[in-house]
Structure formats: C-alpha cells, structure tokens
C-alpha cells in the first residue's frame, strides 16, 4: 500500500526521479493518497511541469497535486459526487480559459460577492470542495488542505499580488439565451460519445449531471458559466468547434437536469446582486431555470 502511494505521487507528478519519503498519512483525517489512478495524467493530456523542490516543500506540494488529481480517492469524506479538481481545472490547473490555477495564489484573499465578504485560499478552495465537488469543507488546519495550499502557492510563485494572469477564469460570454431542444441534439452530437447518453460519464469522462455530477450552488450550474466553460474547452478532443449559440443550447440542457443540491445557498450574495442565470432563490433573485429535480442533499 505504502509503495503504492510513492510510486503514485511520482507518477503524478511525473517529474519525481527518485522515491521521496512520504509520511504517513495521518489518521485522524482519514486520507488515502493511495490510489492516484492513471487518468490523473492521461486524462488531459498534460504532464506536470513543476520543478518541486527538495524536502517537505516538495513533499507537500506533490501531495497537494496527488489531491488534486485524484481527489475523490485521495479525500473520499470530503467528495460527495465523481469529479476531481483537475475535471474543470483542466491540464492540471493550466489550461488558459478553463479557470487555471497558476497564480492562484496571489490573488487571494480577495472580496467575494457571492460570499459577501473577503475570502481565503482556504475558503475559496472549500468553496469548490462543497459547491463543484458536492461535498463539505476540508479543515484548514488539516495537512490536506496545507498540502494544496502549497502546490497553490508553488504553481503561483513570481507572480504578483493581484496579477491578471492571461486565461484567468472563464471568459465572459455575449448575453445569449439557451435553447434546451437545440441543447438535446448537440449533447447527442457532440458529447454523449464520452459523457454518455445519461450525462453520467464514460471514464474518464464525468458527469455532466445526475449524483456524480457539480452541485446546483457550483458556478457551472449557471448557464452563462457553463456556456463559457464548454465553448473554450469542449468537445474535449476539438475544443472551439461549437458557435457561442450552441454552447448556450448545450449548457441550457446539462443545467436543466438534475444534480445533488448544496446546502445554505440561499444566503447567497447575501447583499443582492445575484447573476441573472443563478439557479436558485437569493435574496432579491429569483432561480432562473431551476434544475427539474434536485437530489436530496445526502452528503
Ligand atoms: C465542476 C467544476 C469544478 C471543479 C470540479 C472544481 N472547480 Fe474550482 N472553480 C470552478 C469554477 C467554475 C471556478 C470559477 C468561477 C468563476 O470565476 O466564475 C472555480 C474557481 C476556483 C478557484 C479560484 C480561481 C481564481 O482564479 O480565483 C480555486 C482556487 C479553485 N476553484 C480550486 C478548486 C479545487 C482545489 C478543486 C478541487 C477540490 C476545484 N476547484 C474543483 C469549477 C470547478
Ligand atoms: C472526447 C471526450 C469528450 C467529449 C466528446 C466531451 N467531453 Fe466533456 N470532458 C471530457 C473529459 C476527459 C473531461 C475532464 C474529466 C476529468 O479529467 O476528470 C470533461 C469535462 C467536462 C465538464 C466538466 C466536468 C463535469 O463532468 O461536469 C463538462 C461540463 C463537460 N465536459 C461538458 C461537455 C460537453 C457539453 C460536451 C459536448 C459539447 C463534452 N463535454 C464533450 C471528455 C469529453
């Protein structure tokens, strides 16, 4: 088990040359770093780039990469659905356009709307544990979350405080409006080869929808969101062949389905203000849309 755990890390990390020695989980928080499977690399194609450190920096950030890739099997009682971090931060974190993490790290803490208020790294890395990842918050004490802080911080250094790094985020898309039935025949076209027919994901593919998929409170839940999410990175063997309008149509569909729900949501924006396409009721917003059947939330 103990070898596996190595040769898994180096593997993700794909640039470790020797076997580092890695502690032993702790067991008071229950991780198995274990079963980095072979999709964390494969799947997006990408090879881990960073030069690690020698001792404990290098450690931790290899480890906080191993969580990041394999995450659900790396932090099994804080994942409530089938995704991993790198399932929308694709090319482990560095894809332009597809919310890379580069320079993460200098740009918290920094104000949340959403939140209404200043959130941490900690905070926003939660943010996605509970919202996209449908599961619940990882201590912040805990060395889980110090070790992805840490390969937060190593993949952000020599960028500054508050840089706009180019592909930051998701870009804005125009205002358009979705069509679900036009939704339906592109989903068919373009994405059941891999996300199957149920939205459910041939792996490695995901879920789009359904249990394993992003929770309702998940900024991918939102139409323009996702629109924007899938128009620069899907399909994910000829990205960019879908036009704004059909990337609209697609998203309209995978956000009308079902998918778990997240609790506390409603106080969102809790100063008003809400997007026009959030899915659910905030103060002063009323959902847009609301997925047809949310599954309780049993996480
Ligand atoms: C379902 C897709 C999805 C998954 C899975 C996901 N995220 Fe995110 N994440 C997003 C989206 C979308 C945003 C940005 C939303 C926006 O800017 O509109 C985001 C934003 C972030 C940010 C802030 C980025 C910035 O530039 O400010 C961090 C940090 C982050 N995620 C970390 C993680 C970590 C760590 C995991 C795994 C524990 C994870 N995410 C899993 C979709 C996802
Ligand atoms: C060639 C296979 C392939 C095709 C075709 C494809 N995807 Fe993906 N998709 C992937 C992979 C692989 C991931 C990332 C999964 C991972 O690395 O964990 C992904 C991730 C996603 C995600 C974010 C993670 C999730 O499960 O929600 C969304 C949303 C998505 N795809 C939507 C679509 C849509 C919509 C289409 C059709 C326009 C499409 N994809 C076509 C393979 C594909």
């Known amino acids: 088990m103990r070898r596996f755990a190595i040769l898994a890390l180096v593997l993700a990390a794909s640039v470790g040359c020797k076997e580092e020695k890695v502690a032993k989980p702790q067991a008071n928080h229950a991780v198995r770093i274990a079963t980095v499977d072979s999709n964390a690399v494969h799947t997006n194609g990408a090879v881990d780039t960073v030069t690690y450190p020698e001792g404990p920096e290098g450690i931790a950030a290899r480890r906080g990469f191993a969580i990041l890739a394999a995450t659900r099997d790396s932090l099994p009682d804080y994942v409530g659905n089938g995704l991993r971090c790198f399932s929308c931060h694709l090319d482990n974190g560095r894809r332009p356009n597809a919310i890379p993490l580069t320079g993460v790290y200098a740009r918290y803490p920094s104000y949340s709307a959403r939140d209404g208020r200043v959130l941490t790294i900690q905070d926003r890395v939660n943010n996605c544990f509970r919202r996209s990842l449908a599961g619940r918050n990882v201590p912040t004490d805990s060395r889980e979350m110090h070790d992805i802080v840490t390969y937060l911080a190593l993949i952000s250094r020599g960028i500054a405080v508050g840089a706009h790094v180019p592909g930051q985020g998701l870009p804005t898309m125009p205002p358009l409006s979705g069509d679900t039935a036009r939704g339906v025949a592109i989903f068919a076209a373009s994405c059941t ?10 792996p490695p593919a995901t879920a789009v929808w359904g249990p394993r998929s992003y929770s309702v409170g998940a900024s991918l839940a939102r139409v323009e969101r ?35 729900n997240s609790r506390g949501i409603e106080g969102d924006w809790p100063d008003g203000g809400a997007p026009s396409d959030v899915p659910y009721n905030t103060k002063g917003h009323a959902a ?6 949310l599954s309780a939330p049993g996480f």
């Open 193 to 202: 080869r891999c996300h199957g027919v149920n939205g459910a994901g041939i």
């Open 288 to 293: 847009f849309n609301p997925p047809k059947h």
């Open 226 to 260: 996702a629109a924007s999410f899938i128009r620069h990175n899907m399909p994910f063997d000829s990205a960019g062949v879908l036009t704004n309008q059909q990337a609209y149509d697609v998203a309209a569909y995978i956000v009308s389905q079902s998918r778990p």
